[in-house]
Antibody
Framework: EVQLVESGGGLAQPGGSLRLSCAASGFTFTTYWMHWVRQAPGKGLVWVSR????????GYADSVKGRFTVSRDNAKDTLYLQMNSLRAEDTAVYYC??????????WGQGTRVTVSS | QSALTQPPSASGSPGQSVTISCTGT?????????VSWYQQHPGKAPKLMIS???KRPSGVPDRFSGSKSGNTASLTVSGLQAEDEADYYC??????????FGTGTKVTVL
């Protein structure tokens, strides 16, 4: 079964950092581009970041560029999102997802990040 | 990186059809045939319903169909069923490893 499981969410102070992880199983992780998408409470989906199969190419939403870094460890079948200089507006559920033909499928269950003092 | 524009809500009676629009620009929707659609029920993760404008992943009912004309993509749900009541989001590739989502549409089955 193809599965993505996020972890690492929690409470962080403004200006603080968190690292999210996404453990993949049930498919050949090394052959898929991967994404992070977030959803603030009661709001819509917002694309955050994308990373190539081998980690050599990345893309970021303007709202997180320079603060967030996506990476992957293909030996561990794990995707990461390092989030620095956190702001209140980064509060959201963060989902990881696999890209197939420019669509995202499947999605993980999400991990909740709250930025508050 | 502006969000794609969707109507906030749409509705229809069981058995009817509903169409949701997704308007972007010549830099995203109009530039690439990489529009996808997602269904999200409350408290659940999104589910891919359509990719590459009109392709249905395995397991998605053929009541769901997608199309595109110029800078606007559309999702049509035919033969509405109670379980189709959900939020729907479009997404498009925008070049340079950037993606963008739509503002979301809440579909109500009357």
């Amino acid at each position: 079964e193809v599965q993505l499981v996020e972890s690492g969410g929690g409470l962080a102070q403004p200006g603080g950092s968190l690292r999210l992880s996404c453990a993949a199983s049930g498919f050949t992780f090394t052959t898929y581009w991967m994404h992070w998408v977030r959803q603030a409470p009661g709001k819509g989906l917002v694309w955050v970041s994308r990373i190539k199969t081998d980690g050599t190419a990345t893309g970021y939403a303007d709202s997180v560029k320079g603060r967030f870094t996506v990476s992957r460890d293909n030996a561990k079948d794990t995707l990461y999102l390092q989030m620095n200089s956190l702001r209140a507006e980064d509060t959201a559920v963060y989902y990881c997802a696999r890209e197939i033909r420019a669509g995202l499928d499947p999605w993980g269950q999400g991990t909740r990040v709250t930025v508050s003092s | 990186q502006s969000a794609l524009t969707q109507p906030p809500s749409a509705s229809g009676s069981p058995g009817q059809s509903v169409t949701i629009s997704c308007t972007g620009t010549s830099s995203d929707v109009g530039a690439y045939n990489y529009v996808s659609w997602y269904q999200q029920h409350p408290g659940k993760a999104p589910k891919l319903m359509i990719s590459e404008v009109s392709k249905r992943p395995s397991g998605v009912p053929d009541r769901f169909s997608g199309s595109k004309s110029g800078n606007t993509a559309s999702l049509t749900v035919s033969g509405l069923q109670a379980e189709d009541e959900a939020d729907y989001y479009c997404s498009s590739y925008a070049g340079s490893n950037i993606f963008v989502f739509g503002t979301g549409t809440k579909v109500t089955v009357l």
